[in-house]
C-alpha cells in the first residue's frame, strides 16, 4: 500500500497464505526504515503495527481474535501510534 497517513490503517485485505513481505519507507528515503517477512496462516485475521521510528524501528504482529464475544462482553482495541 502506498500513501497510508500517519494515525490511518487500510483495513483488512485478503492474502495467500505463507509468508508476506513488509516494508514501511518514508517518502524522502530509497531504502526501507524496516523490512520483514511475515508469515500468515490461512483463516486468521491479523494487524502489523509500526512502532518505535525514532529510536529502534520495528514491526510487530498480533494475532486479532475477531470471533464473536460472549453476551455482555466486548472486544476493544486501543492504540496510540
Known sequence: FNDV???NETGYFDVLEGTVKVAVKSETQVLPIVQ???TVAAGKDYS???LDVTNAPDLVTIDDDRSVP???QFRIRVGNF
Open 5 to 7: 497517513a500517519y494515525g
Open 36 to 38: 520483514e517477512d511475515v
Open 48 to 50: 502489523i503495527f509500526f
Open 70 to 72: 460472549d453476551d455482555g
